[in-house]
């Protein structure tokens, strides 16, 4: 196997701290990286986001007040920078395991926690050069598929997305084509899945109403339903979908009415159905959900079975599965 170079790719870099910065960008500098751009700004590091194309970003997410998780959900969705595929290697000087579960759930290839040596850091990003996993896209989830066992996804629910670094570290400029070339239509396919997901994620939860075990008070969240209805109404939007858009507002006007719990009965959640798949529709000309009728089927039995045995006052937002089986 050919050896890696890393002197033609682009790495980005931020830290808050200089010292930290200093050193990370010396153990990059050891492992074969010449084109380091070090912030420890948080407006520069977002203003380079914007301008350039990067093929690694290396960022520090431990400081209190910089929310690099939500920055990174942004580039994954394609809102930061232009090119959303970059390899991201997050460090950390916490090791508590949920920070660094939540640095993986936003959607970064790897977390490298403090302090670490410079052949640790070289082993990470090698792997993440030659064994890259697969993104998978949810409603609220772009990144590298963590599932394992039954729950990893397969066939067309994985996307292998361009991988500049790696194409860059090989040295081979075919590759490096096919990739810049790939990025925009990777964009399109998780923008349609991303839509078609929040259609569903609406689907589902007004599906579950239909059945009064469930029992409305204990498996509804009027909160997110809204929060659902209006990102998909900002995704449609974001396509250039207008006729798409106008559906979706319909659904959030319709989705007001369910802040009184008079209102939450079968009716309207059939109809907060019908408006969320009636969006899907007007952004994918004409074709609907009915090919994720028995997915969505499936993912309601499963929710209504949690929930039946679920502590008191829970809702079907608390539950995992909303994210772990469709959305």
């Known amino acids: 196997m050919a050896e890696l170079d890393f002197q033609r ?37 977002q203003r380079h986001l914007r301008e350039n194309s990067w093929d690694m970003i290396v960022a520090e997410c431990s400081s209190p007040k910089v929310d690099i998780f939500q920055l990174v959900r942004m580039i994954r969705r394609g809102e930061a920078t232009p ?19 939540k640095a993986i759930e936003s959607g970064a290839d790897d977390v490298i926690v403090r302090p670490f040596s410079t052949q640790f850091a070289e082993d990470r990003i090698r792997t993440m050069v030659r064994d890259r996993k697969a993104f998978v896209v949810t409603s609220d989830y772009v990144g590298p598929d963590r599932r394992a066992g039954d729950r990893a996804a397969v066939g067309a ?6 991988n500049t670094l790696q194409a860059k570290a090989d040295g081979n ?18 923008e349609g899945e991303r839509i078609r997901r929040l259609a569903m994620r609406i689907v589902v939860t007004a599906e579950l109403q239909f059945d009064s075990k469930a029992g409305p008070a204990k498996a509804f969240d009027t909160a997110d339903m809204m929060r659902s209805a209006r990102e998909l109404r900002d995704q449609l939007e974001s396509a250039g979908r207008y006729e798409a ?33 009636g969006s899907f529709a007007a952004y994918a000309d004409g074709k609907s959900l009915e090919k994720a009728k028995d997915e969505i089927a499936s993912t309601v039995k499963a929710l209504r079975k949690r929930l039946s045995s679920a502590a008191p006052g829970s809702s079907v937002q608390d539950l995992p599965a909303l994210k772990a089986a469709t959305m």
């Open 157 to 162: 629910d994985i996307l292998i997305v361009p």
């Open 83 to 101: 090119n959303p595929y970059s390899v991201i290697a997050l460090t950390s000087w916490t090791r508590d395991g949920g920070h660094v579960r």
């Open 173 to 190: 400029d075919e590759q490096l084509r096919e990739a810049y070339l790939a990025i925009q239509e990777s964009k399109k396919q998780i």
């Open 245 to 277: 858009v106008q559906v979706a507002e319909a659904l959030i006007d319709h989705a007001r009415c369910f802040r009184n719990p008079e209102e939450r009965n079968v009716k309207n959640f059939r109809l907060a159905k019908e408006l969320a798949i």
């Open 9 to 45: 790719a682009a790495v980005l870099l931020f830290d808050p701290v200089h010292v930290n910065l200093r050193t990370t960008r010396y153990a990059l500098n050891e492992i074969g990286f010449r084109s380091i751009e070090a912030c420890s700004a948080i407006d520069e590091f």
